[in-house]
């Protein structure tokens, strides 16, 4: 099938770290991405990794993908309050990218 | 280097009506993808573009069409427009010979029937 999962929302304290996770489906995916989503805005491409990487890391954030169990993080360090969103991750299917269904992410000051 | 540019950035339009919204990608970039974002449906692919040919289509109706000039540029129309209609329709657009390469985002266009 073509769910991508996602837990629809997470909470965290402001300077605390977030972990955002995905459960993907397609293991011939060759990039794998994190979208930022604002309110009223369209999606923001933050970061993605290719699929024979295990990690990468990109100043805050940190994408974590174990392709045996097809799972996909997202981390985000020193979390703050502009980072309050949903984030989307995604995969490259066939002809498009699949999304899941996104996370909020609330950050308490 | 100018984003993904579509316009308008809101409609509202009553049931029946047509609408066309319009999509400027990124310079240089050949593909041009839209996804329809509902809140129970989440980011469903419509259709894309890529060098004025329409390369793929989701599952949606045929009042859902689109096309692509020859500057990259799209426009989607939705046709005999329905309540369910109401979403903010993205666009993206890629340099995207292959699907396997990143995509931008516009804003996106927030259409409302009524």
């Known amino acids: 099938g073509e769910d991508v999962e996602q837990s629809l929302f997470l909470s965290v304290r402001e300077g605390d770290s977030s972990v955002i996770n995905c459960t993907y489906t397609d293991s011939s995916s060759t990039y794998l991405y994190w979208y930022k989503q604002e309110p009223g805005a369209g999606l923001q491409l933050l970061t993605y990794i290719f699929s024979n990487m295990d990690m990468k890391q990109d100043q805050r954030l940190t994408v974590l993908l174990n392709k045996k169990d097809k799972h996909l993080s997202l981390r985000i360090a020193d979390t703050q309050t502009g980072d309050s969103a949903i984030y989307f991750c995604a995969e490259t299917g066939t002809y498009k990218y699949i999304f899941g269904t996104g996370t909020r992410l609330k950050v308490l000051a | 280097k100018a984003g993904v540019t579509q316009t308008p950035r809101y409609l509202i339009k009553t049931r029946g009506q047509q609408v066309t919204l319009s999509c400027s990608p990124i310079s240089g970039h050949r593909s041009v993808s839209w996804y329809q974002q509902t809140p129970g449906q989440g980011l469903q692919f419509l259709f894309e573009?890529?060098?004025?040919?329409?390369?793929n289509k989701g599952n949606f109706p045929g009042r859902f069409s689109g096309r692509q000039f020859s500057n990259s540029r799209s426009e989607m129309n939705v046709s005999t427009l329905e309540l369910g209609d109401s979403a903010l329709y993205l666009c993206?657009?890629?340099?995207?010979?292959?699907?396997?390469?990143?995509?931008?985002f516009g804003q996106g266009t927030r259409l409302t029937v009524v």
């Open positions: 993206a657009s890629s340099w995207g010979r292959t699907y396997n390469t990143e995509a931008f």
């Open positions: 573009y890529f060098s004025e040919t329409q390369r």
